[in-house]
Every structure is written in structure tokens, then in C-alpha cells.
């Protein structure tokens, strides 16, 4: 019920963004200097991570307000809005002309620069040619069968429980499972929450504590809710074999969410590099000139009271080493731990 509350309030939140043009008055300027002034303000009362993203958002201003002026051109304000933006390093934040979508350089430059996962490796050496597609998911066993191996790259591909329980009824003496989430850049919460309801847990497993900010000052923020592991479903039984999930830089959004969710599942262990966090979810409106516009504005707070939107930290580092071309030691070490729990078992 609570998450439920969560959900609901969140999306009664976008239902106020999409109104903004309704209740913005009609004689609201549209020139560059107003724009600009908008959408700095919009930020500074609503934005909800100023304190982990250590952002002086008056010196942001004071920097970029100058550069301003109404006979600008449409591309050069949108290089002053993208720039403002950018100061945020978050991945959930853009300004949208008809022209053009701004994306956050810190982000981007973090995710394609610290990859933990090599493609060619994967496919060539650990699904392989006789490799396995069921709904979203790519996989294929290793090592003689005991270990599963599951390549889930985009939260945008579906997770539905009856291709999870698909795989599991093709594997009948799987002994463990590898989830891998690396370069995962996230997608659609419900997929996450599906993929969730597919792992065994304790009665009223609690995953997190969520925030919307509701008001102008810096912790002005809703009280914290309380959001639980899903239940399970019928189209899946419960999944209590061990669990690895393999992530890094590139495990974003819906990707760092499971990721700190699963973290509180007993049979699951995270494995590989800190996420490229983007725990906050996003919402948005339209600027006076027609431009749209979105930011994140709640917050995800860890059972251990941290707010991880920089990334999530696994429970054991375990980094790609350069230069190999058969072997990925993520894998291989998720492996090793998967079977070698299963022998002291």
C-alpha cells in the first residue's frame, strides 16, 4: 500500500507538469532573458539533489546569466540552458527544443569511460552462437549447467515474470543464477518491479525510502515513505537460488534502482563497479518560449539512511581487466563465488 501511495503521488506530481501551460499566465514573456529566468528558478526551488551534487546554483546564474539577451538566436539559447544544466550532472535532466535534446556530458563521458563489459567477450565467449531470447532477456548456462547466465540490457526490454519462470523451467538444475546488468541504462520502472517480484524474500522485505521535493527551501521534502519488495506473482515461483547481479557506470536509472533494491534480497550479492546512480525520478514542464524541460524531483534514501544518486557501491569491486580477449573476470569471479557458495552449502 505504501508504494502504492508513492506511485500515486508521483504521478499526480506529472500531472501538475502537464497543466503548466494551462496555468502560466498568457501574457507571460517568452523572450530569451524570461526563458533563461524560468527555468533557473524552476531548478533552484524544485531540483532535489543540490546537497550530493554539490552544486552552487547563485554561482551557476551569476556565471551564465550574462551570456544572455533577447536577440540571441534559438541556438545559442539553448546552448546557455544546456550548459545550466549540465552544471547538475544528472542524467535525468534535459531541455528540449524542437531542434534538440541536451544531455549531461558528466554522465555520459562516466558511463562510455568506466565501462565494466565487453560486448565481443559476452557474446562470443558466455552466450555464445546457440544462445537463448526470451522476452528481454539473452542467456545461456555455464559452468555444466549449474550456473545460469542472464544478460539484461535495457529496462526497456520486457522483464515479465513469465519469461523469468520460462527460464527457470528450461534450467531445472540450475544452482545459481547471473544477472547482468552492466551498461543497463535503465527504462521502465515496471519492468524493474516485475524482474523484482521474481526473487524470494522475506514478508515485508523493505528496499528503500522515498521523497518528492515540495517546496522551495533546500530540505524542503514530503515525509519519507517507505517502499517494500513487490509481491510475488503467479505467472512466477519465487527465485531463491543465489543470485549475482553484475553492474557499472553504465547501470542507470531504472538499472541503479534494482540495483539498491536488490541489494537487500539475502540471496543476491552485487558484483562488479559502482552504478551510474539516477535514483531521482524525473518531471518536467514546458519553459515560456514552448521549450520542455525536466528535472529530478524526489529522492532515494538506502536502508543505511545514504543517498546513493551518484552510484550505487556493490558488495564486492570486481573490475574488468584490459586486454583480455576470452575471458571477463566479472563473469568468471560471480562464478566462482556462485559455486563455491553452493559447495559450503
Given at each position: 500500500?505504501?508504494t502504492?501511495i508513492l506511485?500515486?503521488?508521483?504521478t499526480?506530481s506529472f500531472?501538475f507538469a502537464?497543466?503548466e501551460?494551462?496555468l502560466?499566465?498568457?501574457?507571460a514573456e ?6 533563461f ?13 543540490f546537497?550530493?551534487k554539490n552544486v552552487d546554483w ?6 551564465l546569466?550574462?551570456?544572455v ?7 545559442s ?9 549540465n552544471c547538475l550532472?544528472?542524467g535525468?535532466?534535459?531541455?528540449v ?6 544531455h ?8 562510455i ?5 565487453d560486448e ?14 526470451t522476452?528481454?532477456?539473452m542467456w ?15 529496462f ?7 519469461y ?7 534450467n531445472p ?9 552492466r ?10 518491479w516485475d524482474?523484482l517480484?521474481c ?9 528503500y525510502?522515498s521523497?518528492i521535493?515540495n ?11 517507505a ?12 527465485c531463491g ?13 531504472a538499472g541503479s ?5 536488490a541489494k ?6 552485487v558484483m562488479?563497479d559502482?552504478?551510474?546512480?539516477g ?10 518560449n514552448?521549450?520542455r524541460y ?11 539512511g ?5 552510484g ?5 569491486v570486481?573490475?574488468l581487466i ?5 575471458q ?5 569471479q560471480?562464478c566462482?563465488?556462485l559455486v ?6
Amino acid at each position: 500500500m505504501k508504494t502504492r501511495i508513492l506511485l500515486l503521488a508521483i504521478t499526480v506530481s506529472f500531472c501538475f507538469a502537464s497543466c503548466e501551460k494551462l496555468l502560466m499566465p498568457p501574457d507571460a514573456e517568452s523572450t530569451p532573458t524570461a526563458t533563461f529566468d524560468y527555468l533557473w528558478d524552476k531548478v533552484d526551488k524544485q531540483y532535489a539533489f543540490f546537497d550530493v551534487k554539490n552544486v552552487d546554483w547563485q554561482a551557476v546564474y551569476d556565471s551564465l546569466r550574462p551570456k544572455v539577451n533577447d536577440k540571441m538566436s534559438d541556438d545559442s539559447l539553448f546552448a546557455v540552458l544546456s550548459a545550466m544544466l549540465n552544471c547538475l550532472d544528472d542524467g535525468h535532466v534535459n531541455v528540449v527544443s524542437p531542434n534538440d535534446v541536451s544531455h549531461c556530458q558528466g554522465v555520459f563521458s562516466r558511463m562510455i569511460n568506466n565501462t565494466n563489459y565487453d560486448e565481443n567477450i559476452v557474446m562470443q565467449n558466455y552466450l555464445k552462437a546457440n544462445y537463448h531470447t526470451t522476452g528481454g532477456f539473452m542467456w545461456n548456462t555455464l559452468r555444466d549447467g549449474r550456473v545460469v547466465y542472464v544478460r539484461y540490457s535495457s529496462f526497456s526490454n520486457s522483464a515479465s515474470p513469465k519469461y523469468f519462470q520460462y527460464i527457470l523451467n528450461a534450467n531445472p538444475n540450475a544452482e545459481a543464477l547471473i544477472l547482468d546488468m552492466r551498461q543497463n541504462g535503465g527504462g521502465s520502472i515496471v519492468s524493474e518491479w516485475d524482474l523484482l517480484s521474481c526473487i524470494a524474500h522475506p514478508d515485508s522485505l523493505k528496499l528503500y525510502t522515498s521523497q518528492i521535493k515540495n517546496g522551495p527551501g533546500r530540505n524542503d521534502f514530503t515525509t519519507p515513505v517507505a517502499v517494500y519488495a513487490p509481491d510475488t506473482t503467479s505467472a512466477c515461483k519465487p527465485c531463491g537460488l543465489p543470485i549475482a547481479v553484475l553492474t557499472d557506470r553504465g547501470t542507470y536509472s531504472a538499472g541503479s534502482f534494482f540495483t539498491l533494491c536488490a541489494k537487500e534480497y539475502p540471496n543476491v550479492i552485487v558484483m562488479g563497479d559502482t552504478t551510474g546512480g539516477g535514483l531521482g525520478l524525473p518531471n518536467g514542464g514546458q519553459l515560456p518560449n514552448g521549450w520542455r524541460y525536466r528535472f529530478s524531483i524526489t529522492r532515494t534514501l538506502a536502508n543505511d539512511g545514504r543517498n546513493y544518486e551518484n552510484g550505487v557501491p556493490p558488495d564486492t569491486v570486481v573490475r574488468l581487466i584490459p586486454g583480455q580477449t576470452t575471458q571477463d573476470n566479472v563473469i568468471e569471479q560471480a562464478c566462482q563465488w556462485l559455486v563455491s557458495n553452493i559447495a559450503a552449502k
